[in-house]
Structures are given as structure tokens and as C-alpha cells.
């Protein structure tokens, strides 16, 4: 079945540096692929996210290229800043009205 | 738009207890899932409805747990008797074309 692979956390950096968390996943066909961000007590909310290889999704400075090649969605921001401190899911669809399937999460710790 | 609107945000009850969770999707989504979030597991789908319908309810723990939805804009999730392991956030997301939204969950505690 699908899955998602994602680098285990907490990943602590301090503000401005530059941020890149590992996302590679397992899917038949062509799945979208998909960041959500999770503040403390709040619920999921896209980030950005790519439906086809190639694709490129941005959002907030955030980045993330759908590689097929590497099956990979690695999210990259050039200058982090203490408040995206929050825990970031990698997501798949496969494209069907199936749902999502999520990673593990990485909880992201910004200190100033 | 509201969102989709999840209701309670939290819930304590004790072991052995009726519990429901109520979801409204966004009007004119089609699919609507639920998830439940533990720090063991992650996010794990439950179900998931299409029109209305149950397509997939091969993620539901066990028999405690049943959901419907009877129309486009109410669904709901019971778990009947509660457990302590039972305790998790529960999200409720609706979707069209792909585009998915999330509730900002129930946080279920058992004691």
C-alpha cells in the first residue's frame, strides 16, 4: 500500500537558518503529494503541495519539488523564522477520493 | 465559509461510556474522512464517506467504534463503550477534487 516516510524530529534550528525536512514516499500511479503544517492545539492546515512530477508548490517560503524520480518531496525554506515553529506532515493521495496518507510528522523547534 | 466545524474541542468521559463526535463539512464537498492522531501512531484514517456514503471502514479499530453520515452536512463518529486507549485527537476533513480541508479536532480523553 502507500506510504510516507518522513525524517524523524524534533529538528531544533535557530531563526534565519536555512531548513530542509526529508519526505519520500511509496505509491502506485501518480499520487499528489502534499505538506500540512500543525500548530500547537490546532488542526492541519496545506501548506503547499504538487499533483504532477516536476511540479513545484511554494507557500510562505516554503518549497517542495515532486520528484518521481527519487520519489521524493523534500520542504526547503531559506530563512526560518521562530514562528514556524510547529510539527509538518508529508501527505499522498492517490488521486482517488481515498484520502490522505500521512508521515509520521517532524516537529519543528525555531529558537530565536 | 466556516470550515469544517468540529464539535466538541474536548471531551472527558470515563471508561465504558457512550461517546459521539460530530463533524459539518464544507457545503459542496463530496468525500468527508476521519482521522485520529496518537503520538504512537500518527495520523490514521478511520473512514471515509463519498456522497454521503461509507466507501472504506477498513480503518476502524474495532466494532466499538461506528460512524454515519446521514446527510451532506452532518456526520458523526461513536465509540460505544469507551477505553482508555481510545484517548487521541480526532480530525474530521471533507474534500472536493483533492483539495482537502481539516477540522481543528476533538481531543477525546478517557479515564
Not at chain 1, 514516499?25 to 501548506?47: C, D, H, I, K, R
Not at chain 2, 463526535?21 to 476521519?34: D, E, Q
Not at chain 2, 469507551?82 to 477525546?108: H, I, K, M, N, Q
Request: charged share 20%; aromatic share 12%.
Amino acid at each position: 500500500g502507500d506510504s510516507v516516510t518522513q525524517m524523524e524530529g524534533p529538528v531544533t534550528l535557530s531563526e534565519e537558518a536555512f531548513l530542509t525536512i526529508n519526505c519520500t514516499y511509496t505509491a502506485t500511479g501518480y499520487p499528489s503529494l502534499f505538506w500540512y503544517v500543525q500548530y500547537p492545539g490546532e488542526g492541519l492546515q496545506l501548506l503547499l503541495k504538487a499533483t504532477k512530477a516536476d511540479d513545484k508548490g511554494s507557500n510562505k517560503g516554503f518549497e517542495a519539488t515532486y520528484r518521481k524520480e527519487t520519489t521524493s518531496f523534500h520542504l526547503e525554506k531559506g530563512s526560518v523564522q521562530v514562528s514556524d515553529s510547529a510539527v509538518y506532515f508529508c501527505a499522498l493521495s492517490g488521486g482517488g477520493a481515498d484520502g490522505l496518507t500521512f508521515g509520521k510528522g517532524t516537529h519543528l523547534i525555531i529558537q530565536p | 465559509d466556516a470550515g469544517v466545524i468540529q464539535s466538541p474541542r474536548h471531551e472527558v468521559t470515563e471508561m465504558g461510556q457512550e461517546v459521539t463526535l460530530r463533524c459539518k463539512p464544507i457545503s459542496g464537498h463530496n468525500s468527508l474522512f476521519w482521522y485520529r492522531q496518537t503520538m504512537m501512531r500518527g495520523l490514521e484514517l478511520l473512514i471515509y464517506f463519498n456522497n454521503n456514503v461509507p466507501i472504506d471502514d477498513s480503518g476502524m479499530p474495532e466494532d466499538r467504534f461506528s460512524a454515519k453520515m446521514p446527510n451532506a452536512s452532518f456526520s458523526t463518529l461513536k465509540i460505544q463503550p469507551s477505553e482508555p486507549r481510545d484517548s487521541a485527537v480526532y480530525f474530521c476533513a471533507s474534500s472536493l477534487w483533492g483539495g482537502y480541508t481539516f477540522g481543528s479536532g476533538t481531543r477525546l480523553t478517557v479515564v
